[in-house]
């Protein structure tokens, strides 16, 4: 069966209810991340959505608005579970509204 994944697209609905709400693509880019912040650490990851605000982003902007909304909720339920970390946190959870805010605007005009 075909479900609406949250992150906006549609995917098959067992893959989705295992994978947090996400569809494969989504799914991916989003353990990537969370690779990338293992690795290289939590400033590398800041570092990296610093650099996507400056470049605006390649991916089309309807499908990077979900995807970031999921990971607002993921950083926000992360600020609950890990009070100690709560410096990164915040800085994460302001980069990634920075990316959300421009389209918010311009879906207003
Ligand atoms: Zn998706």
């Not at 991340?33 to 959505?49: I, Q, T």
């Not at 909304?69 to 800085?91: A, C, T, V």
Request: with cysteine.
């Amino acid at each position: 069966m075909i479900a609406k994944a949250r992150c906006g697209h549609f995917a098959i609905k067992s893959y989705v209810d295992s994978h947090g709400g996400l569809c494969r693509k989504c799914h991916s880019n989003f353990s990537t991340l969370l690779d990338l912040e293992k690795k290289y650490g939590e400033d590398a990851l800041v570092e990296y959505w610093y650099g996507l605000i400056l470049v605006n982003l390649p991916e089309s902007k309807e499908e990077i608005r979900c995807f970031i909304s999921h990971l607002i909720d993921f950083y926000q339920q992360k600020l609950i579970e890990m009070p100690s970390k709560q410096k990164y946190i915040r800085k994460m959870l302001y980069m990634l509204n920075s990316i959300q805010e421009p389209f918010d605007v311009e879906t207003l005009r």
